[in-house]
């Protein structure tokens, strides 16, 4: 039990670590990274409906090469830090904390995408993804939709965190983190009056 509270209070630090630092595309990193290529507002909205399948497609690829498995995971690690894009408004109010880092993520699960359409087993599956993602587009009327960060072309060396001071500005980031505090903090008593009762058994 004492294990299961270190690890996730450690997990919880690993992810909000760097919380204050901004995405760098011009720093050092970026230097050593692998380019992705910018994502629109709109693109989002639809590409974030069709991640589950995207992922999964790329999870089961056999003829992978190095900057694409590099991108993959980029497109994993940037999931992770926005949440797993479980945070309110993420993908689409451009005020949102969240938004881009989730940018980041939506962005290089299109280049997934788009890199799969070349590789011989996946080519079919993975065209299939982007036909149906472009019919969206059109029935939505979302290929025109832009907002500030539908030009910031990001990089894999390069993070893209939260920006955690301005939540307590956008109130459904902060409704939902406060209630995701308050089960944590739930949790923790809970496992330290479990702990309490077996160490006097």
């Known amino acids: 039990m004492k294990n299961a509270l270190r690890a996730i209070c450690f997990g919880l630090a690993m992810l909000t670590a760097g919380g204050a630092f901004a995405h760098s595309p011009g720093g050092e990193g970026s230097r ?12 989002m909205a639809v ?24 991108v993959l995971n980029y497109a994993e690690i ?37 890199a799969m ?3 011989p087993q996946e080519a079919m599956a993975a065209g299939e993804i982007a036909s149906a993602v472009d019919v969206d587009m059109i ?11 539908s030009g910031e072309g990001f990089n894999t060396a390069d ?4 920006r955690w001071s301005e939540i307590p ?3 459904a980031s902060m409704a939902s983190l ?16 479990l702990l309490r009762v077996q160490s006097s058994e």
């Open 139 to 149: 029935r939505r009327g979302l290929s025109l939709v832009t907002c500030r960060f």
């Open 47 to 70: 590409i974030s409906g069709y991640r589950g399948r995207i992922m999964d497609l790329a999870s089961r690829a056999v003829d992978t090469s190095e900057p694409f498995r590099r």
């Open 117 to 119: 359409r070349g590789m």
């Open 169 to 171: 500005l956008h109130p």
């Open 178 to 193: 406060t209630g995701f505090a308050l089960i944590l903090v739930a949790g923790v008593f809970l496992l330290r009056r």
């Open 32 to 43: 050593s990274g692998l380019p992705v290529p910018e994502i629109s507002h709109g693109e």
């Open 78 to 114: 940037q999931y992770s830090y926005c949440l797993w894009g479980r945070m309110p408004g993420s993908v689409t109010d451009e005020e949102s904390p969240f938004n881009e880092c989730a940018h980041a993520y939506l962005a290089a699960t299109k280049a997934v995408l788009l």
């Open 159 to 162: 993070v893209v965190r939260p």
